[in-house]
T-cell receptor, first 114, second 113 residues
């Protein structure tokens, strides 16, 4: 059945290193979201793409985070340089497009920055 | 005031009882409302959505929406231990020219045998 996939599932890295997370949305979904989840902040929207164009990345720290969709089957979230406070679970979700906001989440990438 | 508020719980109910989960939201312009279930260590899973005032039933789940009171709820009938999870309420918010989904912090539900 159709699912959002994310790689890697787990990542442990040292402060200052670059981290790249990848997401493959469900085929045919034209809207992709990146979220971060922590115990303290809950689920926070970082970035939002429709038809590969970034619509909203106001939730993302611009100095170190970047998000792209090089093609319709791949979304990436990059952190450079990483910091311990970036430790969280990062989820990608996709949706079939406006007006539907029925988002389907991937399994997440658990990031630990030491 | 948070945009979407939920009681963090835990809400503890006995097996077979009705679990009632509540959510309030601040933006009167919100049009779409969702309930996600998240098991520990897993990703959120969409279980219900509702767009119009009133009730919407799907199996053991009923979503209720009252836009005048800015209130949405989820009822789980015949609660099972497998329903034990965190339930996230999500609401669309129009901001910056686009609608986006804002999540509440979630209510942890514990169903005990």
């Amino acid at each position: 059945d159709a699912r959002v996939t994310q790689t890697p599932r787990h990542k442990v890295t040292e402060m200052g290193q670059e981290v790249t997370m990848r997401c493959q949305p469900i085929l045919g979904h034209n809207t992709v979201f990146w979220y971060r989840q922590t115990m303290m902040q809950g689920l926070e929207l970082l970035a939002y793409f429709r038809n590969r164009a970034p619509l909203d990345d106001s939730g993302m720290p611009k100095d170190r985070f970047s998000a792209e969709m090089p093609d319709a089957t791949l979304a990436t979230l990059k952190i450079q340089p990483s910091e311990p406070r970036d430790s969280a679970v990062y989820f990608c979700a996709s949706a079939p497009g406006n007006p539907s906001y029925e988002q389907y989440f991937g399994p997440g990438t658990r990031l630990t920055v030491t | 005031q948070k945009e979407v508020e939920q009681n963090s719980g835990p809400l503890s109910v006995p097996e077979g009882a009705i679990a009632s989960l509540n959510c309030t939201y601040s933006d009167r312009g919100s049009q779409s409302f969702f309930w996600y279930r998240q098991y520990s260590g897993k990703s959120p899973e969409l279980i219900m959505f509702i767009y119009s005032n009133g009730d919407k039933e799907d199996g053991r789940f009923t979503a209720q929406l009252n836009k005048a009171s800015q209130y949405v709820s989820l009822l789980i009938r015949d609660s099972q231990p497998s329903d034990s999870a965190t339930y996230l309420c999500a609401v669309t918010l129009f901001s910056g020219g686009y609608n986006k989904l804002i999540f509440g912090a979630g209510t942890r539900l514990a169903v005990h045998p």
